[in-house]
C-alpha cells in the first residue's frame, strides 16, 4: 500500500477535472494513484493506495482499494479527477472512499495492524532499497512536491518507521511508486 501526504491537495464537488493542479496539486495525487492502482493490464488487485488531503480545515483521506476498482477506471488523470468530484459530491464510488482521517492517524493505524518493520518513509537518506527484504503486506509513505516537513519526518523516525531510498536522486511521487512496484514485482512472495 502507498501513503501520499498531500500537503496542499483539496477537493470540492464543482472540481474541474481537467484543472487539477489549481486544488493544491491534485495533480501529483492524481498521478500517484495512477502509478499505484493502473497497469496495462487494469487495476492491481492486489494494493491500497492512501492519499491525505491537507489543503483545507480538516484534513481527509482518500482511498482506493485496487481490487475494487473496475478495469481502466484509473487510467487518466481526468478519470481520477471524475472519482474525487463524484466523492466530493458524496456520491458512492466502488473501490474509492473518503473520510476525515488525518496523516498522524492513518500512520498510527497502518503501524498498528502491519507493525514497524513493513511501514517505511521514502526519502533519499534512506536505507537504500537494494538492502532491504521487502515482503507484503507493506506500506510505503511519500511526500508530495514540497515532500514531508521536518517535524512529521522526526515524527516517524520516533515511531521507528523506517527510511528507504531510491537512490540520491529526488524523484517524482509517481515515480518513486512504479519503481516500488517494479521492486515488489520482482520480490519473492515472503
Ligand atoms: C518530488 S519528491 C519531494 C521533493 C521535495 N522538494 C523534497 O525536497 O522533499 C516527492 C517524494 O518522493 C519521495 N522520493 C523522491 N525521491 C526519492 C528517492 N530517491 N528515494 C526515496 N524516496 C524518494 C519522497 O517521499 C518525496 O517526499
Request: glycine share 8%; aromatic share 8%; net charge positive.
Amino acid at each position: 500500500m502507498f501513503v501520499v501526504k498531500a500537503s496542499s491537495a483539496f477537493v470540492k464537488p464543482d472540481l474541474n477535472i481537467k484543472a487539477l493542479a489549481s486544488y493544491g496539486r491534485l495533480d501529483v495525487v492524481a498521478r500517484a494513484a495512477i502509478a499505484a492502482l493502473s497497469t496495462r493490464r487494469g487495476p492491481r488487485p492486489d494494493t491500497v493506495f492512501y492519499a491525505v488531503l491537507e489543503g483545507s480545515t480538516k484534513p481527509v483521506t482518500v482511498e482506493f482499494r485496487g481490487w475494487e476498482v473496475p478495469g481502466r477506471a484509473l487510467a487518466s488523470e481526468a478519470q481520477v479527477g471524475e472519482v474525487l468530484r463524484a466523492l466530493a459530491r458524496g456520491m458512492s464510488v466502488p473501490g474509492a472512499s473518503i473520510v476525515e482521517c488525518d496523516f498522524k492517524r492513518l500512520v498510527l493505524r497502518l503501524l498498528s495492524s502491519l507493525g514497524p518493520t513493513r511501514i517505511f518513509y521514502m526519502h533519499e537518506h534512506g536505507v537504500d532499497i537494494s538492502q532491504v527484504e521487502l515482503g507484503e503486506p507493506a506500506a510505503f509513505i511519500l511526500g508530495d512536491h514540497k515532500g514531508v516537513e521536518r517535524s512529521v519526518e522526526q515524527w516517524l523516525k520516533d515511531l521507528g518507521v523506517r527510511w528507504l531510498s531510491l537512490g540520491p536522486t529526488p524523484y517524482f511521487t509517481e515515480h518513486c511508486i512504479t519503481y516500488v512496484h517494479a521492486v515488489l514485482d520482482r520480490a519473492p512472495v515472503v
